[in-house]
């Protein structure tokens, strides 16, 4: 019986209590140590075929339960030194398969690095993570899936529909490039140390084409002008931009709130008023 060589490193907890590797606030850092979680998030980005990308994988206990379950490659970006350095027996139980980086994801063009079919997989820092998908979306047909974690609430915006409560901009953009779906919940209690929040793992399969052709800076002025005033008739919030007329023209009731818009429509509005943002 062969023995996978990252089975017979130290358990993280171990390794954390001798290293003294703790959490940083100010890097928006919970370690992820339950195996069950890091398994469950593994498998569920299952099978893996190119490259994964894993963004702050922190003591590694993610990047330990992606390597398990098979991935052929692992690219690990991690901004905190201390981290990086700890990792460095795992990369050697790992070989070729795992490559680490010291970088800052949020200025690296991560949809360069490795090999298709590309997905990321990462237990984002909840300060970060919005901006994080934003930059990604913008090159979604780079990545064959992203499988995410994130603050609950914001999970719910990413996958909410045109009717939902908390149906925003996020919601929009989100909707527009991919199929997106809350897999499950994970309790505080799975975090070190536990934030204050319930955490979910969304996956964001993305679309081979936009459900609606338009250019994504329109989109997002657009979203930004409705969703200001999301209490408002959508005639109100583009008062200055032809208000009723304009939308009535587009086929749009110009009395409904923004979160009851479909992304085909916000679409048509965004290239109707392209010219005009």
């Not at 460095?88 to 360069?112: C, F, N, V």
Request: net charge positive; charged share 20%; glycine share 6%.
């Amino acid at each position: 019986m062969i023995i996978d060589p990252i089975n017979q490193l130290p358990s993280l907890r171990e390794s954390l209590s001798k290293l003294d590797l703790k959490a940083k606030k100010s890097l928006g850092q919970n370690f992820l140590l339950d195996s069950y979680y890091t398994d469950k998030i593994a498998l569920s980005a299952a099978p893996f075929n190119g490259s994964v990308i894993e963004v702050g994988p922190g003591p590694g206990g993610l990047t330990r339960s992606i390597l398990l379950a098979g991935a052929p490659q692992v690219i690990a970006i991690e901004k905190d030194q201390r981290a990086v350095a700890y990792l460095e027996p795992l990369k050697q139980a790992a070989g070729h398969r795992l490559s680490l980086l010291e970088a800052d994801a949020l200025t690296l063009p991560i949809w360069e690095y490795g090999e298709q079919p590309r997905q990321i997989i990462a237990n984002l820092p909840y300060n970060i993570a919005t901006p994080l998908l934003i930059q990604w979306l913008m090159h979604a047909s780079s990545f064959q899936k992203m499988t995410l974690m994130f603050q609950k609430e914001v999970a719910e915006r990413i996958s909410a529909k045109p009717g939902d409560s908390n149906f925003g901009r996020l919601s929009v953009i989100c909707n527009w490039l991919a199929e997106t779906h809350i897999l499950f919940e994970v309790p505080a209690s799975a975090f070190t140390p536990p934030p204050k929040i319930t955490s979910a793992v969304i996956q964001l399969i993305p679309r081979q084409s936009p459900v609606y052709e338009c250019r994504f800076s329109d989109l997002e002025k657009v979203t930004q002008i409705a969703f200001n005033q999301r209490r408002k008739m959508l005639r109100a919030s583009f008062k200055h931009l032809g208000g009723e007329k304009m939308i009535s023209a587009l086929g749009i009731d110009p009395q409904i709130r923004p979160q009851e818009l479909s992304t085909q429509a916000f679409c048509k509005l965004a290239n109707h008023l392209s010219s005009q943002l």
